[in-house]
């Protein structure tokens, strides 16, 4: 009896590891659209071959890929350049978009553009003259010391992107590019009483303009992008599936799908345990 349960202990442990041999192991590998000191084209392959992914997951949409999803447009851009390399080594993987479909033209459509520079040139004045309160003080020197920390990750190297502190920074940055200097611009009457021509050619207040930056860049773009991930997890199991995106995006699709992993079967891991 005693030897049946030993039995029965060990051919569950094997099945219990057998199932989890056989998830979807998926790596959100945060980059930088541009070389740098210690990050190009060659860092990225390296990191393609360590990994040996059966799916390369890339910040693009459909527009760029023919109907066999060969590339029908590239960039000379870090990511592009390794992909191109490793898929002539490694033919068999497969490439696929997880951008927000027509994003650039749905951004002409809301009326606004890929960057956001009027109100942030308002909050820095206003704040260069002492005329934040308190708190509003406080909150525009927290995104300040955000925004200094990840453009100095900008130049160091794959590891330091795709660190748990890194993740933290970004995190926080998130919150105060699009949430807390929200709360600025909804109170005061310099972002009703200042106006621009937007992406559609109409005047609109910059806190109306920058509610719907702040919406899409912030939130509606990041859920895009883990929402075509994981449809794309859903219906390839038991693959090695890895994503290149630009490092802002990271820490949002990781917390968006870390809540999915149990319910679909996949484990997010770093490039580094391979």
Known sequence: MFKKIIFGIVLL???SCSQNN??????ILGTVHFPTEK???DSIYQVLKRVNPDFILMEADSAIFNSDFSFKKTFDENEYNAVIKYKKEYPSVK??????EGRNEYRKSIGIFSEENTAFKILNKLNSENLFSSKEKEIWKRFEYFWILSDSINSQNLNSLNSPITDKII????YYQYLG?????DKRDEFVISKLIDAKLDTVTIRDYFN???????KIRNDALSKNILNIVKKNQSKTIIVLT????RFYIIKTLNQQEEKYNFEIKEFYEY
């Open 13 to 15: 442990s094997i099945i």
């Open 22 to 27: 056989t998830s979807t192991k998926l790596i």
């Open 39 to 41: 990050i190009n084209s």
């Open 95 to 100: 490439i696929r978009p997880i951008e927000f």
């Open 171 to 174: 995190d926080s940055l998130i």
């Open 181 to 185: 200097v929200k709360k600025i611009i």
């Open 212 to 218: 719907k930056w702040a919406n899409f860049e912030g």
């Open 246 to 249: 630009g490092f802002k995006h």
